[in-house]
């Protein structure tokens, strides 16, 4: 599987982005999807989830309430819509493919290229 991640960019603090993550392949609504972001610290950190038909979701208590983790089947694309963003937003964001559709999941050793999302004080 190819995962691409897109839609990073910098912002002020306060602003919002919308992530964009691309797979391939025919499957996509039988797994589960989820993005994960890389601070500058080198500390990798769930984010959020959804399930293959996207009727449950999952977020990190940090991010509850600003991000909102969807998907599009019909076009095999996850998003991850980013409000109220706060320097410490400031990473990496990789999307994952989960190993069921179910959740929760463990996530398949698949990372693709990654967003950079900046957010600037």
């Known amino acids: 599987v190819q995962l691409q991640a897109s839609g990073g960019g910098s912002v002020q603090a306060g602003g919002n982005l919308r992530l964009s993550c691309t797979a391939s392949g025919r499957t996509f609504s039988s797994y589960s999807m989820g993005w994960f972001r890389q601070t500058p610290r080198n500390e990798r950190e769930f984010v959020a989830a959804?399930?293959?038909?996207?009727?449950?979701?999952y977020y990190s208590d940090s991010m509850k309430g600003r991000f909102t983790i969807s998907r599009d089947n019909a076009k095999n694309v996850v998003y991850l819509q980013m409000n109220n963003l706060k320097s410490q937003d400031t990473a990496v964001y990789y999307c994952?493919?989960?190993?069921?559709?179910?959740?929760?999941?463990?996530?398949?050793?698949?990372w693709g290229q990654g967003t950079l999302v900046t957010v600037s004080s």
């Open positions: 959804i399930s293959g038909n996207g009727d449950k979701t």
């Open positions: 994952a493919r989960g190993t069921v559709k179910s959740l929760p999941t463990a996530w398949q050793p698949y």
